[in-house]
């Protein structure tokens, strides 16, 4: 199987063929849908379940091999308070009662105020769930998508899609996240021999 058959190719090819890909992956499907009903506002599901079903998809892999969670952001500024988010994720949680994957859910609009302890160093106020997506440590892995208005799924790729299409986790230097880019990078050459991880 030609698992690099889109590597290199336009970004508006790739854009369709990513798409294309989530559209028919159950398990996205259905999670998705899930997220849709619940009207969280700026909410993008993002990350390890998008790009591992594409390289499940390109290497023959089944849906959901690989894959640890769903990653889901929204982005509402009105409460910063640690109850206000867990509120939202209790009230979200018999949404994805019967999913395969735990779904973390989490406000990116708070992410700076837990940052620091979690991690041992500041990161930036996101302004939106689209901008978190620029400061992830690994560029391959800044990617999300919803619903439109229109129905249809957008996508979310400050940094393209080339990386994914290439099985190449190419680091992202705007936060000192050297650690985070080499675990994630070892993990997935594990499940998937075919990437490749850039150097930090």
Not at 1 to 29: K, T, W
Request: charged share 20%.
């Amino acid at each position: 199987m030609d698992h690099l058959r889109y590597s290199g190719l336009p970004f508006e090819a790739q854009r369709s063929a990513f798409l294309d890909i989530v559209a028919a992956d159950p398990l996205l499907v259905e999670t998705l849908a899930r997220v849709r009903a619940l009207a969280l506002p700026d909410w993008l599901v993002v990350s390890g379940a998008l790009y591992n079903s594409v390289w499940n998809h390109l290497t023959g892999k089944p849906s959901g091999y690989g894959v640890k969670d769903v990653d889901l952001f929204y982005f509402d500024g009105s409460d910063l308070s640690y109850e206000a988010e867990d509120g939202v994720i209790a009230r979200a949680a018999p949404a994805f009662a019967g999913l395969p994957l735990p779904v973390e859910l989490r406000n990116q609009a708070r992410v700076h105020l837990w940052y620091p302890e979690k991690f041992g160093r500041s990161c930036p106020r996101y302004t939106s769930s689209s901008h978190s997506l620029s400061f992830f440590a690994s560029r391959t892995h800044a990617v999300g998508v919803r619903f439109g208005a229109d129905g249809q799924l957008e996508l979310v790729a400050p940094f393209g899609l080339d990386d994914i299409f290439s099985f190449r986790i190419t680091p992202n230097r705007v936060m000192d996240n050297r650690q985070t880019h080499e675990a994630k990078g070892a993990r997935a050459q594990a499940n998937w021999p075919e990437i490749s991880v850039v150097p930090w």
